[in-house]
């Protein structure tokens, strides 16, 4: 096999033990073997951290300034969706309103930065 393909493999494995650890064996519940529940909002937004992290990575290492658009516009997608389970979680619609705020400003950034790699100024 190549050594592409084992890095691959690899990397499905890692990366379907950690999910399984977050679905099935919480971090709370390895910190503190005494809580044997923890509720689907705070696996959701195990989920999103990881989601995150995986953008982050993607945008540093990213080869082409697209693939970097494209993460950053998964990203603020993804905090957006972080804002509403939080909205949901604690009961407070304000984390609705940052959301919104969110999602305006990461389209006109995306729009801007399209802009920008296609060589045309600003006022065109």
Known sequence: MSNRRIRWIIGIVLLTAII???LFYPLRVLLNPKLQY??????????????????LFRIFKGPTPADRIVSIDIMGILIIGLCAILSVSTGRSWYIDIGI??????????LALA???????FDD
């Open 20 to 22: 399984g650890v977050i």
């Open 38 to 55: 923890v509720g689907l909002y705070s696996r959701a937004i195990y989920m999103f951290l990881l989601c995150l992290l995986f953008c």
């Open 101 to 110: 705020a969110w999602a305006l400003q990461s389209f006109i950034g995306t």
């Open 115 to 121: 802009k920008y790699l296609e060589g045309k100024h």
